[in-house]
């Protein structure tokens, strides 16, 4: 799995970087309308910013490193 964060803050995702450049154009296009980009300025948009989004599975019972993260109870 591949994503992107876009200048506007919205998170793109993709199965790979074929996909995000889809994505990525879908998303200029209907967001950014005015925005002038073609094909090749949105692969370079991805090769630059893309990056590997991991699914991490939850802990068995919910528990685990994180469980004790946040603030401290008074």
């Keep these: 799995m591949r ?3 876009c200048g506007c803050g ?3 995702e993709a199965n790979g970087d074929d996909g995000l450049v889809i994505e990525t154009l879908a998303h200029y296009r209907w967001i950014h309308g005015m925005a002038v ?3 090749e300025n949105i692969r370079r948009i991805v090769r ?3 990056y590997g989004l991991e699914h991490a ?3 068995a019972g919910g528990t685990g490193p994180d469980e004790e993260f946040g603030p401290e109870p008074y």
């Design 10 to 12: 919205q998170r793109l």
């Design 48 to 50: 630059e910013n893309a």
């Design 3 to 5: 994503a992107m964060l």
């Design 37 to 39: 980009v073609d094909g």
């Design 57 to 59: 599975a939850p802990y």
